[in-house]
């Protein structure tokens, strides 16, 4: 199947799932997750109507961008979902519209001045890691109110929201009650930081995004249901 039918699928299961939820399909925002493929695949989706896109590494990104048009350069978005080391925040400040995996107030606080040297108001989101697996990157969800304390004065980072990975599970169903937490802890932040307003949740993905979007995902992040299984190593 092509990516835009791939595309077309994704799409009428995230109106079943927001019919499921009462929500409105355009409260969900689809993400394709675009690491490991080539620039060519994302011309693909992009032709098939996708304008957000998520990368995992900065330096993955960096190789890619000669190889798209500017048009789609200057049209779609670019976010970054993948870990950032703290050597590469200020490139990752230059190259995405969105830090989406803020995990560090010391991150926070690179991104801030790389997004000042740039003249520029940079979107983040929190990570927050809601198991106990050694893989997964984040903020421990007591942690949260901190960062947001500290962080709001920071003023070129424009916090919107929190950001988790839940572990793989078999049956997505199993995977609710992560979502169903950041949800929770997202409602407390802003009870906690009225100045902070955050509205986003990224969360879902291939597996569970249905899910995901029942518990107020604004997010889901697709991958390979939309590209595929098979991965590149090249541009």
């Not at 927001?18 to 409260?27: I, Q, W």
């Not at 695949?41 to 990104?61: D, M, P, S, T």
């Not at 230059?94 to 003249?119: G, H």
Request: glycine letters at 4%; hydrophobic letters at 45%.
């Amino acid at each position: 199947m092509s990516i835009a039918a791939h595309l077309a699928r994704i799409q009428n299961e995230i109106a079943d799932a927001c019919a499921r939820a009462n929500r409105g399909e355009s409260d969900v925002a689809l993400m394709a997750v675009s690491k490991m493929h080539p620039a060519t695949a994302i011309e693909e989706a992009y032709a098939a109507g996708v304008r957000l896109f998520g990368e995992n590494k900065v330096q993955e990104w960096d190789a890619k961008i000669a190889a798209l048009p500017e048009s789609i350069l200057h049209t779609a978005r670019f976010h970054l979902i993948g870990h950032l080391q703290s050597n590469k925040s200020a490139r990752a400040a230059a190259l995405f519209a969105s830090i989406d995996t803020v995990d560090s107030l010391k991150i926070a606080e690179r991104l801030n001045a790389a997004a000042i040297a740039l003249d520029r108001k940079l979107p983040v989101l929190i990570e927050v890691k809601l198991s106990s697996e050694k893989s997964k990157h984040g903020i421990a969800p007591g942690a949260v109110s901190e960062i947001l304390h500290e962080a709001a004065s920071l003023p070129a980072l424009e916090l919107r929201g929190l950001m988790t990975v839940p572990p793989f599970f078999d049956d997505p169903e199993e995977a609710r009650p992560y979502f169903k937490q950041l949800r929770e802890l997202r409602d407390s932040m802003n009870a906690v930081h009225p100045h902070t307003r955050l509205a986003e949740l990224s969360m879902g993905m291939s597996h569970d995004f249905a899910v995901a979007i029942e518990e107020g995902s604004t997010c889901v992040r697709i991958g390979t249901a939309l590209f595929g299984k098979r991965a590149y190593s090249q541009v």
